[in-house]
């Protein structure tokens, strides 16, 4: 039974971290899948699906762009849940903020200027991009050796437990024999 408790946990244990690092991409994930992430609904995850049918989000500022309701804040929030465009987090507000000028001039330029939020991501964008990233690496790590510290705790309470049962156990079985004894009769 004791052995059972642990593979439990142990099984617990690395489910969990195992879903810490699953990522669902806003390009590739079903509607269920992108309502997994925490903050999206039905709602959200269908503006995402109507979205990606027009074309696959070629970065987050571009999904940011074309999917009503999420924004920096959001985007980051979703990010740090699991949520993905290509492969790629949510590199923070300040890339965002690079991009947005370009963004509203493609808004206002006529139809045959092409726009300018599409260009390629700048050195100081993919540096902060790949800070983020691996801030996030770093999280999730931390976020693993919490889970891991808590389920050795919970190992270590159900030993402690079992030790206590089995204690109780013995404990009770000396008590049932000394009493079956002085309860013989003496000849």
């Known amino acids: 039974m004791l052995m059972l408790k642990r593979i439990m946990i142990m099984w617990l244990a690395l489910f969990a971290a195992a879903t810490a690092f699953a990522a ?3 390009n590739k994930a079903s509607q269920a ?14 503006k995402i699906l109507a ?3 027009k074309g696959a ?5 571009d999904l940011v762009e074309r999917v009503q309701g999420v924004g ?3 985007a980051a929030k979703f990010s740090t849940e699991g949520l993905t465009v290509n492969g790629a ?3 923070g507000a300040p890339a965002k903020a690079a991009v947005a000028p370009a963004a509203k001039a ?15 991501m700048s050195a100081e964008e993919k540096k902060a991009a790949a800070k983020q990233a691996k801030e996030d690496k770093k999280a999730a790590k931390a976020a693993a050796a919490e889970e891991a510290k808590k389920a050795q705790a919970a190992k270590a309470e159900a030993d402690k ?27």
Do not use: C, H, Y
Request: no cysteine; charged share 25%; net charge positive.
């Open 161 to 187: 437990a079992a030790k206590a049962q089995a204690k109780a156990d013995k404990a009770a079985k000396s008590a049932a024999a000394a009493t079956a004894a002085s309860a013989a009769p003496k000849k």
């Open 33 to 46: 899948e992108l309502e997994t992430i925490k903050g999206i609904g039905p709602s959200i995850s269908s």
């Open 89 to 91: 987090a949510f590199a």
């Open 106 to 120: 493609s808004k206002s330029a006529p139809a045959s200027v092409p726009a300018a939020a599409s260009a390629p």
């Open 72 to 74: 920096d804040g959001n």
């Open 51 to 53: 979205e990606r049918k």
């Open 24 to 26: 669902v991409d806003a």
């Open 57 to 61: 989000f070629k970065d987050w500022p």
